[in-house]
């Protein structure tokens, strides 16, 4: 049974690939240390990741649900240095990222309901913070497989996600581009987002997912 134990949330997790627990990536941050877990992912998504990021020269990361948090588990820099604002063992929301929507379209209606229905903090004037708003928008991402954050969490950035599954197709993680939008036209969103969904495809046949 989960430990509910609100002292200890983020700090004792159970990874999804393994099912084993280990210790959660709030107290990764907390001592500024380099994040080992989820080593499989990490090793099988590496190259894969590196390629595409050689391809559009920008911003990679690798993220899970923590909670009502995203964890960032893996990145690959673009050639571009801008700071897309996130990091290995960083944390941030899952209402207005776009690995954070991606990831909470895949949960129960539950496990939804608990992060809709709380207080959603709006960082910028693109956040969603209308519950009824964000689950269709939940509801549409499930569909097409990826999702398009704009200038939601950080202004002049966006960002490009699709979900990474197992062999049983449950979603354990997120692939994501990030890139500053004075870099990227509405014909590169569309030709990123083929390039992401199509890598995070890849990436989930590593884990036995052939669908």
């Excluded at 989820?38 to 990741?49: H, T, V």
């Excluded at 820099?77 to 063992?89: A, I």
């Amino acid at each position: 049974m989960p430990n509910t134990n609100p002292q200890i949330r983020g700090f004792v997790f159970q990874d999804p690939i393994t099912h084993k627990y280990r210790l959660g990536q709030r107290i990764v941050s907390l001592y500024h240390v380099t994040v080992t877990s989820y080593w499989d992912l990490s090793e099988a998504a590496s190259p894969i990741i590196q390629r595409l990021a050689r391809e559009t020269s920008e911003a990679l990361r690798v993220a899970v649900l923590e909670e009502n948090e995203i964890a960032y588990i893996h990145q690959v820099e673009g050639t571009k240095k801008e700071d897309v604002g996130s990091y290995v063992g960083g944390r941030n929301p899952v209402h207005c990222t776009s690995s954070g929507k991606m990831l909470l379209a895949f949960q129960n209606e539950l496990e939804q309901n608990k992060i809709v229905n709380s207080p959603l903090i709006k960082y910028t004037p693109r956040t969603i913070t209308d519950p009824t708003e964000l689950k269709e928008q939940l509801k549409h991402i499930r569909k097409q497989d990826y999702c398009i954050c704009i200038g939601e969490f950080i202004e002049n950035m966006v960002s490009i996600s699709s979900p990474i599954r197992d062999s049983a197709g449950q979603v354990i993680s997120a692939l994501t581009l990030i890139a500053p939008t004075h870099r990227i036209d509405e014909n590169q969103i569309v030709s990123y987002t083929n390039k992401v969904v199509k890598t995070a495809k890849e990436i989930s046949r590593q884990f036995g997912f052939l669908k």
